[in-house]
Structures are given as C-alpha cells and as structure tokens.
C-alpha cells in the first residue's frame, strides 16, 4: 500500500511569490491534514480537510489556504510569500474513526 | 488552550543508557500516538494507546498510556544511535476533533 505522498519535494520562492504543495493521501483515507514546521521546531496545525470541506483551520493567516479535490488529494497555498515561511510542510491522512495520522516526506520550502 | 507538553525538551545520552520521555496534558484524550521524526523527512508512527492504563511494547521502546488518559511515557531501554531523533506524541482530545501535538523531545544517542 503506498503511503502519503507529497510534491515537489523542494521549492524555492521569492518573497511575495505564491507557492502551491500537493499533497495524495494513502488509498481510502479520506481526511487530510497540513501541518507547517519551522527548522528545530513542532508541529503547526495549518488545515484538515475531509470529503472536499475544511474542517478547521489553525492560528494561520488567510494567505495560507488549501482544498481538497474529490479523489481526497490535497493543494496547499501560501500566497504572499514571507521569508517566515521557510519551512517544512507536512500533510497527513488517516483513516476515519482510527485517530491515528499517516505522514508524507514533506516539502521543504525555502523563501528567500 | 489544551496544551501536550513533553520533557525533557532535549537528552543527549551515552549508548546503552535508559531514558523515559514524558507527555502530559491537563486534557483527557481518547488516543494518543507516538512518533518519531528524523531530520527532513515526515514523523513515522510508532505506536498508538486507546485505553486508560494500556502498555505497549516494541522491541526496546515501552508507552503507556496514563490511567486518566492524561498522559503518556515513552521508556527507551539500551538506546542505541539509531534511535536518535525527534520524538513526538500526539492525539485526540475527547469528545472533539482536535489533534495535537506535544512539544517534542529531541533525542541523541551518542555511540
């Protein structure tokens, strides 16, 4: 079974560019998760997104939005890039009811 | 604000000592998982404990899962450099659909 899967693995912006992450869940996982993690740092909650909806969001501002498409993969955007947003994003599935996260290799995302 | 707060925030121990990394909340959860996560990659799941007082045991790593589901340990028998990395737990707070993280502990086992 493949696991979550996230493209590019790498991405350079400039500040003030747009930047989009993509995201494909594990087979049958209909629920999807971002999650924003500076260098040496936890986890951010960024956006869960389950059956084509958001479900909640985090202490993010509006720049950082997402959806979901309906074979339950996932974009993430970040417009308005600051140099802040240089991170590791991290999207996540899990199979209903299970409470448990599967988690993808990330995209690093440098803003210079 | 339910808070998962882990210590210590950082270990650095020689190979072969025992260690325990602790998760602790004021919230009641209804799972809670532990992961690990190296350096660039994504977290990978360790285990996950549902009920009030469970242990679980993989290879040299034992979590269990405080009897008011308020909190977690993670014991580290003979660690070993592999085992080096961030170790995080995370769940559920009952009766919501928040999931969240605790703080991290950031391992190093030094050979």
């Known amino acids: 079974e493949a696991g979550v899967t996230q493209s590019p693995t790498h991405l350079i912006k400039t500040r003030g560019q747009q930047a989009t992450l993509r995201c494909s869940p594990i087979?049958?996982?209909?629920?999807v998760y971002w999650y924003q993690q500076a260098l040496g740092l936890g986890l951010q909650f960024l956006l869960w997104?389950?059956?084509?909806?958001?479900?909640n969001r985090g202490n993010f501002p509006p720049r950082f939005s997402g959806r979901q498409f309906p074979n339950y993969s996932s974009e993430l955007n970040v417009n308005a890039l600051e140099l802040e947003d240089s991170a590791l994003y991290l999207c996540?599935?899990?199979?209903?009811?299970?409470?448990?996260?599967?988690f993808g290799p990330g995209t690093r995302l440098l803003v210079l | 604000t339910q808070l998962l707060e882990q210590s210590p925030q950082f270990l650095s121990i020689q190979e072969g000592e025992n260690l325990t990394v602790y998760c602790n909340s004021s919230?009641?959860?209804?799972?809670l998982q532990w992961y690990r996560q190296e350096p660039g990659e994504g977290p990978v799941l360790l285990v996950t404990?549902?009920?009030?007082?469970e242990v679980k045991k993989l290879k040299r790593l034992t979590f269990q899962f405080g009897d008011a589901r308020k909190d977690s340990s993670l014991h580290i028998t003979a660690a070993q450099p592999g085992d080096t990395g961030l170790y995080l737990c995370?769940?559920?707070?009952?009766?919501?659909?928040?999931?969240?993280f605790g703080t991290g502990t950031r391992l190093k086992v030094l050979a």
């Open positions: 996540a599935s899990d199979p209903r009811g299970k409470e448990t996260q599967y």
């Open positions: 087979s049958g996982h209909t629920s």
């Open positions: 997104y389950d059956e084509g909806e958001e479900r």
């Open positions: 919230s009641v959860f209804s799972s």
């Open positions: 404990v549902v009920t009030g007082g």
């Open positions: 995370a769940g559920v707070v009952s009766r919501t659909y928040k999931y969240i």
